[in-house]
């Protein structure tokens, strides 16, 4: 569970009602909490929570990894929230592409943004990250094709790799010349995936190649 | 479009039915039909379907890869094999672990491989594969796990690798002690996965590796 201060750990009434309705968590129960930054340290559960040792505190990763996906018309960007915080990518970008068709109203963003966070939070309790991904807000993708180390998933592009640690996947119908203008291509396969696979898909070879599961094709 | 006979292509009322209303193909547009296992050639759509151009054969992966997958109460098995058709993942096992919770009965199994092979036949059409993935009936996991190249992924296993190119998936309770033995284990991350995301990042992981997009680690 994450809380706000380890020292004097309290979950809400959410939280609260999911651990003993859901889980079925009974008072007297082990509990692992953590600060979403890489700290935790267990507890007791009950009416209050109840710390049974010390702080642990895990270091960050030598290299964030990082994934940005176009919204798209009937596209699924929860699901793709939900699976790159379980894979354990550092920054999510949802991004506004040329082709995106879906026009969101900044009232709309900050909602859709509020569910972003709340899926990555439960995504992140579920597969024990003890650091939170940052859930950057709807970005143009102007903004960020042109930052250092950053590359755009194409047909015909190179192989993911470290080099380029933020990998950009475009809408169904594509990414425009002027978008893919001055910035590197990388392929995410040989066969046409659909936008939310190529996201995840990025993100478990970037994840992996971070982690030395896999290695680079070039030595 | 997926044909029986490429020299007198034909297709169904529902396949006709999508071109015309949902993807508002006109009569003389430009079709490609394919027969599933790799062979292919330009069509025009109407009434009747005209070849337009010569058979093309693409010749079968060097190596063939194959993710099993163990059922589990409230899973989403239809996402896990749209995804894995979508990676070109070959062989696609429905798999029942001690620990799945679900029993099928027979007469629900084959409504379930009905599905499954409806799903993957349409999200080979979006990938644009020339070969339909095999998907195996529900398999029990005893009788794939003692076969060579069969690996089974575990926390603290090693690597994912094309020595082992079928992976399998256990369910959300973990594999037992007899399911493990004489087994195999490879490692799908450092997080703990949902198990549907575990089957897909085992098919991101193999079909890179498969398509040199990814290396192993330890050359």
């Known amino acids: ?12 009434d959410h939280d ?17 909490v953590c600060d979403g930054s890489g700290r935790w340290r267990p507890c007791r559960f009950g009416t209050s ?18 994934v940005g996906f176009s919204l798209i018309k009937g596209g ?3 699901l793709v929230v939900q699976k790159l ?5 550092d920054r999510i ?7 995106s068709v879906v026009h969101w109203t900044p009232e709309k963003a900050r909602v859709h943004r509020d ?3 709340r899926v990555s939070r439960e995504a ?3 597969s024990r990250r003890v650091r939170l991904p940052v859930i950057m807000a709807l970005t143009r993708v102007g903004a960020v094709s042109a930052t250092e180390g950053v590359v755009m998933a194409e047909p015909g592009g190179g192989p993911v790799g470290l080099d380029h640690p933020m990998v950009l996947v475009g809408p169904e119908g594509g990414w425009t010349e002027e978008e893919l203008d001055n910035c590197q291509r990388c392929s995410l396969g040989a066969t046409v995936l659909r936008s939310e696979t190529a996201a995840i898909v990025a993100g478990a070879l970037l994840t992996a190649l971070r982690d030395r599961r896999v290695g680079p094709i070039n030595y």
């Open 85 to 89: 915080t379980e894979l354990g990518v």
């Open 93 to 99: 970008v949802p991004l506004v592409a040329s082709r």
């Open 76 to 78: 699924r960007p929860d």
């Open 124 to 126: 992140s309790m579920q």
């Open 49 to 66: 929570l109840e710390p049974t040792g010390y702080v642990v505190e895990v270091s960050a990763p030598e290299l964030e990894v990082a």
């Open 115 to 117: 569910r972003f966070l």
């Open 1 to 12: 569970m994450f809380v706000t201060d380890l020292d004097a750990p309290e979950i809400d």
């Open 16 to 32: 609260r009602h999911h651990l003993s309705r859901v889980l079925r968590t009974a008072d007297g129960e082990p509990l692992t």
